[in-house]
């Protein structure tokens, strides 16, 4: 039963989290087609969810390539979270009206 309700709300919530993102699209935010894809997988995640109360090892064969599918969405957005504390990079110099970073490098 653990396994039910483990990949059930895993389902629900990824699959919330991103079809709030494709809603956006009826507003003109353009989409991705990682966030098809893990849609997918958030779907996948709730069949496995059914399959899981009769067959266990089958829905946990689903229920991995339904985390890897909904791993396309989320692995590059965490990498680039990652990288970008790895390298203390900020965005607020190019929020600054008038001053550019390579402006700023080419007067020192």
Known sequence: ?????????TGLVTGFHVYTL????AYGVPTNSLELISLLGSFLLMV???????RPHAA????????LL???FYAPALAHLIRKKI???SSVPYLLPGKTPAVERSRA
């Open 87 to 89: 390298t203390h990079t």
């Open 48 to 54: 496995a969810a059914y399959i899981s109360l009769f």
């Open 22 to 25: 494709l809603a956006l699209a």
């Open 70 to 72: 909904v791993w396309t």
């Open 60 to 67: 946990a064969r689903i229920a991995l390539i339904a985390a």
């Open 1 to 9: 039963m653990l396994p039910f309700f483990l990949y059930f709300l």
